[in-house]
């Protein structure tokens, strides 16, 4: 198993920039894809971008491309998120989350172990 823990997570104003970390314990890192997904309030869970297990693909929701940025540390066990240029409909949950697909997934389903999330506020 994995442990994911999310933070970062604050109130910015739009036109922003924040970088969201998920640090991991447990089984080795490098053995799972990783993504981050969000969800607003009332609204699905979000892929919002991910890495292959080796990291040598990275892929990102519609929403987010050309703002974020996906990268990690294997020697650290940490994931990153770095977003710019933020918005206010980028509020939402911010979560991490590891699989066991070779190749990373867009679909929450495919994600076998989760953080517990960190709040972003985007103010206008």
């Known amino acids: 198993q994995v442990q994911l823990v999310e933070s970062g997570g604050r109130l910015v104003q739009a036109g922003g920039s924040l970088r969201l970390s998920c640090a991991a314990s447990?089984?080795?890192?490098?053995?799972?894809?990783m993504g981050w997904f969000r969800q607003a309030p009332g609204k699905e869970r979000e892929f919002v971008a991910g890495f292959s297990r080796s990291g040598g693909f990275t892929f990102y929701g519609d929403p987010v491309k050309g703002r974020f940025t996906i990268s990690r540390d294997n020697a650290k066990n940490t994931m990153y998120l770095q977003m710019n240029s933020l918005k206010p409909e980028d509020t939402a949950v911010y979560y991490c989350?590891?699989?066991?697909?070779?190749?990373?997934?867009?679909?929450?389903?495919?994600?076998?172990?989760w953080g517990q999330g960190t709040q972003v506020t985007v103010s206008s």
């Open positions: 447990g089984r080795t890192f490098s053995r799972y894809s």
């Open positions: 989350a590891a699989s066991s697909q070779v190749l990373g997934s867009r679909e929450y389903n495919e994600y076998d172990y």
